[in-house]
Structure formats: C-alpha cells, structure tokens
C-alpha cells in the first residue's frame, strides 16, 4: 500500500479514537437536529441527500462536548459467480466507514464527514458484474462486465447551517471529496438497498458522482422543501484510487427534494457533467434524476423501497435511461430479504473495433437475497448472506453472454 494510503488511514484511526464517546440511544438521536435544518438527523443520508425521516439509524452514536457524533461502517467478504461466456468468478472485499461529526452553535451547525474504504486493495478492474459498465482500471480500455473499486478517499467535507426561523435554514457542504446535489441517495447508504453487496447497473445513472473530488453545494431548506445546486468537478475518479485527482468546478447540478410525511422521500435533480469519462473527454453529459423512497416501519422491523429513475444525454452519442426497483424487508431483528430490479439501455457493451460497438441494448436484470445476521456483540453484527441474479436481453446479446445466464453472491458481512 503506497505510504500516502498508510498515512491516511493512520490519520483516520486517530480521529475515530479523539471522536469516541458515550454512546447514544437511537431514540435519542432520532430527536437530534440535522446538518442542514431543523429537522431530525434521521432525515440525512449520503452527502446531502435526504432519505425518510423514519429510516432507522445504525452505527454508533455518542457525544464529546458540544460534539455529537457518528460513526458507521461494513466490510463484505465475498464470493462471487457471474454467468454465461463473459461471466467470471473472483473473491474479494468491498467495505466502508463513515464519520459525521455535528457542533451546534447559536444561530445553526458546523459539522464535518468523513468516509474512506479500503476496495483499492482489490486491485483496479474491481469485481466481475454482467453488463455492468463505466470506468476504466488502466486508463486506456474500459470497465465492461466488471464493476469498479471505490476511491481510499469517498467524502471529505464540512458543512454549515444557520437557521432563518424554526422551520428554515440555509447551509453550505463544501470539500475535497464528496457528493453533489443530484440523484437519490447512494446506493451503500440507501436502506433499501445496502444489504445487496452489488452495485447497481444503473449506477452511472443515478448516483455515480456520489465520489467527486471537489465540490460546494449550497442549499435552503423550508418545512418539508429543500432546494440545492452544487458547483462541482464533473471527471468521475480514474484507475489510481489512492489519489484525489483535483480538478476546476467545471460542472453544475440542481435538486429539489421533499418529505411529505415521516416514511416518504422524493427528489427530482438536473445537472451538466463536463466531461465525466476520462476516456472521452470531450463529451459532456446532461443528467436527470427522480426517485422516491417509501420505508414503512412496524413494531421493531421496517420495509423500505424505492423507484428511481435517470437519463442521461450526451453530447455525442445516443441518449438513453435507466429504471431501478429495489427493496428490503427487515423480517426479524436478525434476518433480511431483498431485491432489485433495473431496466437500462446500455451502449459501451463491446470494444471499439468489434462488430457490435456502440449498439445500444435493453437489458434487465432482477436479484433476489437474503442475509441472516447470526452474531451480535455491542455495536457489531455479523451476518452471512446470498443473492442470485437472471438477466434479460435482446437475442442479439446471446453469442456473447448466452442465453439467460444465472449469477450468484455468497457474502459474509459485519457491520457497525
């Protein structure tokens, strides 16, 4: 590991000592003020999204002075099948952990998050996925059927609210690496669909700018109503994922969110990537987003899901969408089923040169799993879970991917 990435996560560790605390009940964090207004912290999910407000809140939660803090995190050991002539099968580790610290101050908030992961040690071309796209491992060919690592580095930020009334705020979130105002939450922090180890094939998408290094977003919130926009650096991180590859603010983003009651989520979210594809630079993207989340909790359990929906227009190239359907359903405190289904039109299946490049497929997907968390120890579950995957496609895809394959995950997972 290159001794940037030592020092890094040394730096990290000692933050998470300083930052320990007593612990907190989620009771008590559920009546906690957010980052961004005053409204309960449960609202605030990835960046500065919002999930609803009656997501339960994991993690370990505690209190340092005027601090109140909270940390979270995974690690996923995983085995890992995909089908058909273009499958492969691979083990390996996804995992991350997360930091948000919140002071509170007279008239509003300052706070800070962090969050880093340690997938570059799977190496560059990441884990074999079936029509997965996007990316690239050696800064010449892209990522097809595989899915890429996240960056050592994911968030890097502080923000700062100040309140306008009971019921209004404006804030600032603002660093080095994080998330834009556009999508729906990110997948690994949606609650309907963080138990699935995959990462979604509309990802690029929905939410892939959720790793952006260098952004400021500034927002107002009103009673149930947030409007932000975000300045941002539009190039999605290339293959050396140890670095922070700085970049100028060369694109925009837009999102009007609304909570119209405590089990429901809505956004809608425009914006204008400069360049986002390191292989082609000179193509710009217009991106469009809706989603909307609904969690219905029941005496200790819950069941959340959510609908989304992206577009993405070029400016070469075919424009396409991508609908995603996942859900989870908490059956028992120690046992969860979910599932996802997606529809995209994907176009960078094949290389250039070969007889099928550039052909825009329909292709569907639908996975089903199941974790069972067999250990708990103070703020540690262990569980140990599987998912399998079918796949639907036009006929002209079976030479390459054949007809119907079936894909599986087998995972062992430990969670804060």
């Known amino acids: 590991m290159p001794s940037r990435a030592r020092r890094f996560l040394q730096s990290l560790a000692l933050v998470l000592v300083v930052l320990h605390a007593p612990a907190l009940h989620a009771q008590d964090v559920a009546g906690m003020s957010g980052l961004y207004g005053r409204y309960d912290m449960t609202r605030e999910s990835s960046g500065t999204s919002w999930q ?105 930020a502080a923000t700062y609210s100040r309140d306008l009334g009971p019921a209004s705020s404006v804030f600032v979130y603002a660093g080095p690496a994080g998330e834009p105002a556009l999508g729906p939450n990110t997948f690994m922090h949606r609650l309907s669909g ?20 260098g952004v400021v977003t500034a927002g107002y919130v009103w009673r149930q109503f947030k409007l932000e926009t975000s300045a941002f650096n539009g190039r999605e991180p290339d293959q050396h994922r140890y670095e922070v590859e700085l970049r100028p603010l060369d694109s925009w983003s837009a999102r009007l969110a609304w909570n119209p009651g405590r089990d429901w989520s809505m956004q809608v979210s425009t914006a204008r990537l400069a360049s986002p594809e390191q292989l082609e630079p000179g193509i710009a993207v217009h991106r469009t987003t809706a989603s909307v989340s609904y969690n219905a909790p029941y005496p200790g359990e819950w069941w959340q899901t959510t609908l989304a929906w992206g577009h993405n227009s070029p400016s070469q190239g075919p424009s396409g969408s991508g609908w995603l359907l996942e859900s989870a359903l908490k059956l028992t405190p120690v046992q969860t089923l979910f599932a996802r289904a997606e529809r995209v039109a994907k176009d960078e299946l094949f290389l250039a040169g070969t007889p099928l490049a550039g052909e825009t497929f329909t292709v569907a997907k639908l996975s089903l799993g199941y974790i069972y968390d067999f250990l708990e120890r103070d703020a540690l579950s262990v569980g140990i879970g599987g998912l399998a995957s079918s796949y639907s496609y036009p006929a002209a895809l079976n030479t390459a991917y054949g007809s119907r394959p079936t894909s599986y995950l087998l995972f062992l997972r430990a969670r804060l």
């Open 194 to 213: 963080m138990d699935n180890p995959e990462a979604p094939l509309t990802h690029h998408w929905l939410d892939s700018t959720h790793v952006t290094f």
């Open 52 to 156: 609803p407000d009656s997501t339960p809140t994991e993690g370990i939660h505690g209190m340092q002075g005027a601090w109140m803090t909270m940390l979270h995190g995974f690690v996923d050991a995983i085995y890992d099948a995909q089908g058909g002539p273009r499958g492969n099968s691979q083990s390996f580790s996804t995992s991350m952990l997360m930091l948000m610290a919140r002071r509170e101050l007279e008239d509003g908030a300052f706070g800070v998050r962090l969050a880093a992961s340690g997938e570059p040690l799977m190496g560059g071309s990441g884990y074999p996925l079936l029509l997965q796209t996007g990316e690239t491992a050696d800064g010449r060919v892209p990522l097809i059927d595989r899915q890429h690592p996240h960056n050592l580095l994911v968030e890097a």
